[in-house]
């Protein structure tokens, strides 16, 4: 596959750009194949891309049942931190964000890794309390994270409203500087171009629809709407539909799945320079390259696997954002949009082997598995490829909420994204 580069960019100018390649090839279905994938999601698609790259499998096909990165990946609101209270999660999630630093370089892709600051505001004393925790356990974990007064998160973020008779009182923030975002149907295509330079075949359009096993419970491959293909290992990576695939495999999963929304408005200058997170008010905030405010808010009250969810959400997010920040009032909004996320009860993740042999899973990211895309590909691919986890996914089992050895980030932060 050729090489992008300023180079390449010039010769195509030359000769009226009709010499660009496909991004991707989209072969026919093998009928057998070392390992499959199940969803082309970012985590999907980094799991197979770490597997060629990282351990010289490259007999792999990835399974999607639309289209390539039309799930939580293009929904998101492509917020990346790695400030997360507990060990466990520091590692993983800093792990993540160390890939991220170079991941435009490693695929050849500019998947617009945007390290402008992620701010998260307290607005009252339990928040002050439970923000500097965060700022202090992070700091022992080698991620760096400060403490702001209200006067210095406006100066880091102007168009902030500080003022003591709002609704929302600002009374600190903690500033992660190497957070940000990234776009998110980039880190998608350019992971299917790099895995499929390598010899993956990545599959559109292909519903898995059973999960088959031999005699002896090994998984064998599986059914799909466009015939069965075989496998002698299989990674189911689904984010809101997980439950539905494991239950074709009998595993019962420790999962619940909600609608979660966003939204963005018309494009205007850019007037705002970081990303804003409230966890209280459940509502945060960026400006993308195209000038458009994305804005995202909290989960549905109940589960379902409808893609919209509940007006009020919205509307509630958007009465806190105007509080925070008035010169947005007059914004109009262009669109609204929801994706279903999976949440387990301690909302850390599951990266792990399964009671099934040859069956992994990789779920549970929830509201915030974007950031991830990365680290959760790579240490993924380490655990199908030696059959056992590696060092920093260790942690994230499935038998954790049998033992109760919880990474209870839900208690820690309640949301996030
Ligand atoms: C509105 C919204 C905002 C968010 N904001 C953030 C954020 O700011 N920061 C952050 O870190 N995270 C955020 N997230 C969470 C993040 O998007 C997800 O955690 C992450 O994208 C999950 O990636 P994935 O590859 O696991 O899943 P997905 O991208 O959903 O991929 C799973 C794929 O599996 C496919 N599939 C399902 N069933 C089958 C089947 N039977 N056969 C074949 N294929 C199947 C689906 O079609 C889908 O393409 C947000 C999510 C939403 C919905």
Redesign the pocket.
């Known amino acids: 596959m050729r090489k992008y580069s300023v180079f390449a960019i010039a010769r195509e100018a030359m000769r009226g750009h009709k010499g660009w390649e496909q991004q991707w090839t989209s072969p026919e279905p093998r009928k057998d194949y070392e390992v499959l994938i199940?969803?082309?999601?970012?985590?999907?698609?980094?799991t197979a891309y770490y597997l060629a790259k990282e351990h010289g499998i490259t007999d792999i096909a990835v399974?999607?049942?639309?289209?390539?990165?039309?799930?939580?990946?293009?929904?998101?609101?492509?917020?990346?931190?790695s400030n997360y209270l507990y060990d466990e999660s520091a590692g993983i999630y800093n792990h993540a964000l160390n890939l991220w630093d170079g991941l435009s370089q490693d695929l050849n892709y500019n998947v617009m890794y945007s390290p402008r600051g992620v701010m998260m505001l307290a607005h009252n004393v339990h928040d002050v309390q439970v923000l500097k925790r965060h700022v202090h356990a992070n700091r022992l974990n080698g991620v760096p994270n400060d403490w702001l007064t209200p006067e210095e998160a406006k100066e880091f973020c102007p168009p902030l409203n500080i003022s003591k008779q709002a609704r929302y009182p600002i009374v600190g923030a903690a500033l992660q500087r190497k957070g940000g975002?990234a776009r998110?149907d980039a880190v998608?295509w350019g992971y299917a171009r790099a895995a499929s330079a390598r010899g993956v075949h990545i599959i559109q359009n292909?519903?898995?629809?059973a999960i088959r096993r031999s005699s002896n419970g090994h998984v064998i491959g599986?059914d799909?709407n466009r015939g069965p293909i075989g496998a002698k290992k299989i990674g189911v990576?689904?984010?809101?539909?997980?439950s539905?695939?494991m239950e074709?495999a009998g595993v019962r999963m420790p999962l619940e799945s909600y609608?979660?929304?966003?939204l963005v408005s018309e494009p205007v200058k850019p007037c705002f320079p970081c990303?804003v997170m409230s966890n209280t008010v459940h509502a945060?905030i960026s400006q993308s390259d195209k000038g458009e405010l994305?804005i995202?808010?909290g989960t549905d009250q109940y589960i379902s696997y409808s893609?919209t969810g509940g007006l009020h959400i919205i509307n509630h997010t958007l009465d806190a954002i105007c509080e925070m920040f008035p010169m947005f009032a007059r914004m109009k909004m262009l669109r609204s949009?929801?994706?279903?996320?999976?949440v387990t009860p301690d909302r850390s993740p599951i990266l792990a082997k399964t009671p099934v042999p040859g069956l992994y899973v990789?779920?549970g990211?929830?509201?915030?598995?974007?950031?991830?895309?990365p680290g959760?590909g790579n240490v993924f691919a380490h655990t199908i490829a030696n059959d056992n986890p590696h060092p920093i996914n260790a942690p994230f089992t499935l038998e954790r909420f049998r033992t109760g050895r919880l990474i209870d980030e839900a208690a820690a932060a309640a949301v996030?994204?």
């Open positions: 199940i969803g082309a999601g970012g985590h999907g698609l980094a399974l999607e049942k639309g289209w390539l990165g039309g799930g939580n990946t293009g929904r998101n609101t492509t917020i990346i931190r975002t998110h998608a292909c519903e898995v629809t599986v799909t990576v689904a984010a809101g539909h997980t539905v695939l074709m609608p979660l929304q966003a990303v945060y994305v995202g808010a893609q949009w929801g994706g279903i996320v999976d990789n779920c990211w929830g509201t915030g598995g974007f950031k991830a895309t959760s996030a994204h």
